[in-house]
Antibody, heavy 117, light 110 residues
Framework: EAQLVESGGGLVQPGGSLRLSCAAS????????MNWVRQAPGKGLEWVSYITSSSSNMYYADSVKGRFTISRDNAKNSLYLQMNSLRDEDTAVYYCARDVGYGFDIWGQGTMVTVSS | QSALTQPASVSGSPGQSITISCTGTSSDVGNYNLVSWYQQHPGKAPQLMIYEVSKRPSGVSNRFSGSKSGNTASLTISGLQAEDEADYYC??????????FGGGTKLTVL
């Protein structure tokens, strides 16, 4: 069964950094592009970032561009999100999601990031 | 990258049909047939229900259907059941390998 499991969330002060991880299993991770999607408490979904299967291209939402970096390690079946210069408005549950070209078909359970002093 | 517009809430009785609209622009919904819909139960991860405007992934009930006209996409759920009560989000490709979601619609089954 295809599965994604996020980790690395927690409480961080404004201006701080955090690195999220997403471990994939049950499918050929290296064959798929991947995404990060977040959801602020009580709010809707927001697409954050995308990376191709070979890491040749990465894209970001304007709200995180220049602060977040998406990466992956296909040998470890893992996806990452390095988050720097964190702001209060980055507080959210962060999901990793498998990209199938027409949408996101597999999602993790999410990891909570809280930015607060 | 402005969010797509969805009604905040819709409701219906068991057995009835409801439709949720999703309005974007000519840069996203109106320009690509890459509209998808996601169902999210409280505390759970989203689940893909519709892709490419009107296609259903394997395992999704045929009570769920999608359509699009111009800059507005729609999700229709027929034969409402209690387990359909959830939040629903539309999503559209917006070019340059970016995606935009709707604000979400809370469906209440009366």
């Amino acid at each position: 069964e295809a599965q994604l499991v996020e980790s690395g969330g927690g409480l961080v002060q404004p201006g701080g950094s955090l690195r999220l991880s997403c471990a994939a299993s049950g499918f050929s991770f290296s064959s798929y592009s991947m995404n990060w999607v977040r959801q602020a408490p009580g709010k809707g979904l927001e697409w954050v970032s995308y990376i191709t299967s070979s890491s040749s291209n990465m894209y970001y939402a304007d709200s995180v561009k220049g602060r977040f970096t998406i990466s992956r390690d296909n040998a470890k079946n893992s996806l990452y999100l390095q988050m720097n210069s964190l702001r209060d408005e980055d507080t959210a549950v962060y999901y990793c999601a498998r990209d199938v070209g027409y949408g996101f078909d597999i999602w993790g359970q999410g990891t909570m990031v809280t930015v607060s002093s | 990258q402005s969010a797509l517009t969805q009604p905040a809430s819709v409701s219906g009785s068991p057995g009835q049909s409801i439709t949720i609209s999703c309005t974007g622009t000519s840069s996203d919904v109106g320009n690509y047939n890459l509209v998808s819909w996601y169902q999210q139960h409280p505390g759970k991860a989203p689940q893909l229900m519709i892709y490419e405007v009107s296609k259903r992934p394997s395992g999704v009930s045929n009570r769920f259907s999608g359509s699009k006209s111009g800059n507005t996409a729609s999700l229709t759920i027929s034969g409402l059941q209690a387990e359909d009560e959830a939040d629903y989000y539309c999503c559209s490709y917006a070019g340059s390998t970016t995606w935009v979601f709707g604000g979400g619609t809370k469906l209440t089954v009366l």
